[in-house]
């Protein structure tokens, strides 16, 4: 199974905002600090509500999660770099950068729980971020968006290794 680094809008229930919003990041490609380049792909999907989302995947990219240290830093480069993209994209309601970030709220579940709203990078349109009374944490984004700023990917080595994992499960059946 693929673990896709994304960033991930939902668009709200009109098709044609997503396809505007897949406009926006289409082709686009960047010189990453390691040399290589990864260029942007689109696609458009509805959601279990019927609203829409783009997603927005980047190549050269690890599609097994963050694996090392390195992968880390590249989709965390590769975060900054479709934040800063994203703060001149048409509109959208809300969107997130990471790993399997698709759907992570549908719009009913994202207004009837603010208090999970703890993901860092969130962006909210300020309309929503209104209606729900959102935390103090988010900071202006870009104009009409408020943002919980990201902190980049994390390589957490007991969810990459099964072996260091094994070794952590051995410790904790002793006593």
Same mark, same amino acid.
Request: net charge negative; charged share 20%; proline share 3%.
């Given at each position: 199974m693929a673990w896709i680094f994304s960033l991930s809008a939902e668009c709200g #229930?009109?098709?044609?905002?997503?396809?505007?919003? =897949?406009?926006?990041?289409?082709?686009? =490609?960047w010189v990453l600090s390691n040399g290589s380049q990864s260029q942007c792909r689109v696609g458009i999907f509805?959601? $279990?509500?019927?609203?829409w989302w783009c997603r927005v995947s980047p190549t050269r990219v690890s599609?097994?999660? $963050?694996? #090392?240290?390195?992968? *880390?830093?590249?989709? #965390?480069?590769l975060g900054i770099l479709l934040?800063?993209?994203?703060?001149s994209a048409p509109t959208f309601r809300y969107?997130?950068?990471g790993v399997e970030v698709d759907e992570f709220r549908t719009y009913t579940e994202?207004?009837? =729980?603010?208090?999970?709203l703890m993901f860092p990078g969130l962006v909210l349109a $300020? *309309?929503? =971020?209104?209606?729900?009374?959102?935390s103090p944490d988010f900071r202006p984004f870009s104009p009409g968006y408020v943002w919980k700023p990201y902190e980049g990917e994390v390589y957490k080595p007991l969810m990459a290794s099964s072996e260091l994992k094994s070794k952590l499960n051995e410790l904790l059946m002793v006593g």
């Open positions: #229930t009109q098709q044609a905002v997503a396809e505007q919003f =897949s406009h926006h990041f289409d082709q686009v =490609s509805q959601d $279990i509500e019927e609203n599609e097994v999660g $963050i694996d #090392t240290p390195e992968s *880390a830093y590249l989709m #965390t480069e934040y800063q993209r994203l703060q969107a997130l950068v994202l207004l009837e =729980s603010p208090s999970n $300020i *309309a929503i =971020s209104e209606a729900m009374e959102s």
